[in-house]
């Protein structure tokens, strides 16, 4: 066993931190106040190669492991929550996806331009209503033709607006009595005629990104743009989970990282009771307690990724992952503020944004009930993986 | 005609140093490049780009002490090489030079040697005077800007505490560059998949054909500086009028001003 990083995952790791950290960390409370993307992240991402990390050099990617795409991840969820959601859906729910499940064609026209930056990609499964009961969606896709028309509409889905491509699972077939064998999923061109989105305002967290919502009225689709089989899209959708919530828990541990960071500082500084607060025992605990959760979150994430690279299913480490890492983020954000007393209350400092970006995480890609339904269900032995038609590809160097 | 970049693996700028037995500690701190090289690292790599040669990255240091190089192979250098060798441990900076020198002299076709302004370490600047003089070719140092390049000359700005200087010289030339150059680039995905498989040569002073060459310089002793007592103090009073004139006493009294 080995818990080292190789050369390469360490040049990464500090490749994306000297970005974020220069780049991104000045001028995100900006944006963040302004409730504004700001305009050269998703150019720069590209251009650096971030959003393609570890799609293969074959298709345009940097070709890099699941591992980097993890550090990746925290380094940029350190800075901020919503440029570690551009890689959770960007690179993760779509581009892996078409990786995974798409054909060579396919791969060609779609995943090539979103490995390169050229085009952004969205994954869309929620409806206004329904999200953790995802097989009860009601978008429609009728065939037609060689066309599916899809129907209907999604929510909630970052980057709404600035997506070019969004992966979509819709309801082909209904009364068969299995709801997710009734599913399919397509790559869909956002510039289609019938396609109208916008974002929803007035979000607790991750306000310097796009979340929204996009409408489908006789969206005409190509059927060489469907993804996978007709009726696989409820597992397509799955394996997509198993990326973005891989993206979404290595995020997570970088907020839990920066909010220590941030609570040492402060109580390095601040002084109460005639000593710096790092010295009252209270307040260490508080810290001792961030420190560990962010070493737990940290291995889980890298057994999964580990696991990724070696071609190993790992829905159940993953979901764990996630639950633990988004769950533990929240917390030190809260216990942050609490340490940088009212001064954490305000937004001169990062805590508070911490805080209402680590809220929202504890809600997407799966909720943590549904995590925690998932654990049981591995738990209790009521859930065993099947071997997939396409699997997830492992690392080749 | 090629570049060759001049490079030195320094404890990080947040390494907390002391002295312990009159040896520099460092402590657990990770060596990176001098950040004033990465400026030089970009010159070249601009450099070579328009003129179509190819960037030597050159390092003299222990041999475990690769990550400078490897950082600048992944920038985008095509090629690094690594001098080393038990016999140049306590060089001075004329030895440094000498060794230096003799390593660039062995790539082929060299026009331009580009260095840093200094290492943030030893802090002498004076390197890059010294290769020069010891190559014999012309030292433009503290360099803002280059103006013109082609096959002939080379034409730049210096900055000096009076302005701006623009300078030329023929080639090959030493250029030394500060920050003024512009913001060096991230490394790659591409190169740091290169840096990471490559094997660094490493050039002993039997392959530079030279023996160790002997300070003339001598360390009698290093000192940590003494502990700097740093107070607080907050200044009260009735209105901002009445603050600044305390504060501006204060002031005069410790005879900061
Ligand atoms: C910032 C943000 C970004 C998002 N980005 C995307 C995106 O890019 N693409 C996308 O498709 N979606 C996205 N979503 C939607 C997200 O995935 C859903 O909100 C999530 O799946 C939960 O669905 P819901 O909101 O409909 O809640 P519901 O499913 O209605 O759940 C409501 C509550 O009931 C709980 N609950 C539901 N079922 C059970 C059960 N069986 N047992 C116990 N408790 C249960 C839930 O945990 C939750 O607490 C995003 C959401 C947010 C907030
Ligand atoms: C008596 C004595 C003993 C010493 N013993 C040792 C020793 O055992 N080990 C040791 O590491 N140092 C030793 N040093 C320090 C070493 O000589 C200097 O670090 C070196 O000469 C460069 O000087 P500088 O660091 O001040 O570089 P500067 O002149 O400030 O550097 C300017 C530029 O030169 C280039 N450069 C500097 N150093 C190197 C290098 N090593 N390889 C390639 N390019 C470089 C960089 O581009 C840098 O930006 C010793 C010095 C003395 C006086």
């Given at each position: 066993m080995n818990f080292g990083l190789?050369?390469?995952?360490?040049?990464?790791?500090?490749?994306?931190?000297?970005?974020?950290?220069?780049?991104?960390?000045?001028?995100?409370?900006?944006?963040?106040?302004?409730?504004?993307m700001a305009p050269f992240i998703l150019p720069r991402m590209g251009e650096l190669g971030i959003l393609g990390i570890c799609i293969p050099e074959k298709y345009s990617g940097?070709?890099?492991?699941?591992?980097?795409?993890?550090?990746?991840?925290?380094?940029?969820?350190?800075?901020?929550?919503?440029?570690?959601?551009?890689?959770?859906?960007?690179?993760?729910?779509?581009?892996?996806?078409?990786?995974?499940?798409?054909?060579?064609?396919?791969?060609?026209?779609?995943?090539?331009?979103?490995?390169?930056?050229?085009?952004?990609?969205?994954?869309?499964?929620?409806?206004?209503?329904?999200?953790?009961?995802?097989?009860?969606?009601?978008?429609?896709?009728?065939?037609?033709?060689?066309?599916?028309?899809?129907?209907?509409?999604?929510?909630?889905?970052?980057?709404?607006?600035?997506?070019?491509?969004?992966?979509?699972?819709?309801?082909?077939?209904?009364?068969?009595?299995?709801?997710?064998?009734?599913?399919?999923?397509?790559?869909?061109?956002?510039?289609?005629?019938?396609?109208?989105?916008?974002?929803?305002?007035?979000?607790?967290g991750v306000r310097a990104g796009s979340t929204g919502w996009i409408n489908f009225q006789d969206v005409r689709v190509p059927v060489a743009n469907r993804i996978g089989e007709e009726?696989?899209?409820?597992?397509?959708?799955?394996?997509?989970?198993?990326?973005?919530?891989?993206?979404?828990?290595?995020?997570?541990?970088?907020?839990?990282?920066?909010?220590?960071?941030?609570?040492?500082?402060?109580?390095?500084?601040?002084?109460?009771?005639?000593?710096?607060?790092?010295?009252?025992?209270?307040?260490?605990?508080?810290?001792a307690h961030m420190a560990l959760n962010y070493e737990a979150a940290q291995l889980l994430y890298l057994k999964a990724g580990w696991m990724k690279n070696e071609g190993q299913r790992n829905t159940k480490e993953t979901s764990a992952a996630k639950w633990f890492a988004t769950e533990k983020s929240f917390e030190a954000a809260n216990e942050a503020i609490q340490i940088h007393g009212a001064y954490g209350f305000s937004d001169e400092y990062n805590v508070e944004r911490y805080l209402r970006n680590a809220r929202g995480a504890v809600i997407y890609e799966g909720s943590n009930e549904i995590q925690q339904l998932i654990q049981a269900s591995y738990a209790l032995g009521e859930r065993q993986d099947k071997a997939l038609r396409m699997e997830m590809p492992a690392y080749e160097e | 005609m090629n570049i060759v970049v001049c490079v030195k693996q320094v404890p990080d700028s947040a390494a907390q140093l002391s002295v312990e037995g009159g040896q520099?500690?460092?402590?657990?701190?990770?060596?990176?490049?001098?950040?004033?090289?990465?400026?030089?690292?970009?010159?070249?790599?601009?450099?070579?780009?328009?003129?179509?040669?190819?960037?030597?990255?050159?390092s003299m240091g222990k041999e475990s002490e690769t990550e400078a190089l490897k950082h600048a192979l992944a920038m985008g250098c095509n090629e690094a090489v690594l001098v080393s060798d038990p016999a140049l441990a306590g060089s001075d900076n004329v030895a440094a030079?000498?060794?230096?020198?003799?390593?660039?002299?062995?790539?082929?076709?060299?026009?331009?040697?580009?260095?840093?302004?200094?290492?943030?370490?030893?802090?002498?600047?004076?390197?890059?005077?010294?290769?020069?003089?010891?190559?014999?070719?012309?030292?433009?140092?503290?360099?803002?800007?280059?103006?013109?390049?082609?096959?002939?000359?080379?034409?730049?700005?210096?900055?000096?505490?009076?302005?701006?200087?623009?300078?030329?010289?023929?080639?090959?030339?030493?250029?030394?560059?500060?920050?003024?150059?512009?913001?060096?680039?991230?490394?790659?995905?591409?190169?740091?998949?290169k840096a990471a498989r490559a094997t660094i040569p490493v050039w002993a002073l039997g392959e530079l054909g030279i023996e160790a060459p002997s300070p003339v310089v001598a360390w009698p002793e290093v000192m940590a500086p003494p502990q700097r007592e740093i107070a607080t103090e907050i200044i009260t009073g009735g209105s901002p009028a009445e603050i600044a004139a305390t504060l501006a006493d204060k002031i005069m009294a410790e005879k900061v001003l």
């Open positions: 190789t050369e390469e995952q360490r040049m990464v790791q500090k490749m994306v931190r000297d970005f974020s950290q220069k780049e991104v960390a000045p001028i995100i409370q900006e944006y963040d106040r302004k409730q504004e940097a070709g890099m492991d699941y591992i980097s795409l993890g550090l990746a991840c925290e380094e940029l969820e350190a800075v901020d929550t919503t440029l570690r959601v551009v890689m959770s859906v960007h690179t993760g729910l779509c581009s892996m996806t078409l990786w995974q499940w798409g054909s060579e064609e396919q791969k060609q026209k779609f995943l090539v331009p979103l490995a390169r930056g050229d085009k952004i990609g969205a994954g869309a499964f929620t409806e206004p209503g329904a999200g953790s009961d995802f097989a009860n969606i009601q978008t429609t896709g009728k065939r037609d033709g060689e066309d599916y028309i899809l129907n209907g509409e999604k929510m909630w889905i970052s980057l709404a607006s600035n997506a070019d491509y969004a992966l979509v699972t819709v309801r082909t077939q209904k009364d068969t009595g299995k709801s997710s064998g009734e599913l399919t999923s397509f790559i869909v061109d956002l510039s289609t005629p019938g396609v109208t989105r916008g974002d929803i305002h007035g979000k607790l009726g696989e899209g409820f597992k397509v959708t799955m394996s997509a989970f198993d990326n973005g919530r891989y993206t979404v828990a290595a995020g997570a541990t970088g907020l839990i990282r920066a909010a220590l960071e941030a609570s040492v500082n402060y109580a390095n500084e601040r002084k109460a009771f005639g000593k710096p607060i790092a010295q009252h025992q209270l307040i260490q605990s508080k810290i | 520099i500690s460092w402590g657990e701190a990770p060596l990176v490049i001098n950040p004033w090289d990465e400026y030089a690292v970009e010159a070249a790599l601009q450099k070579a780009k328009d003129l179509g040669g190819s960037v030597t990255v050159l030079a000498r060794v230096l020198a003799a390593a660039i002299a062995k790539v082929d076709d060299v026009g331009l040697v580009f260095f840093g302004k200094q290492a943030i370490d030893s802090d002498t600047g004076t390197l890059p005077a010294q290769v020069a003089r010891v190559l014999g070719w012309p030292a433009l140092t503290l360099v803002s800007a280059i103006d013109e390049l082609n096959a002939d000359g080379i034409k730049v700005e210096r900055a000096i505490e009076e302005g701006r200087q623009v300078v030329q010289s023929g080639l090959p030339a030493v250029v030394s560059v500060i920050k003024d150059y512009g913001e060096p680039r991230y490394p790659s995905f591409m190169g740091i998949r």
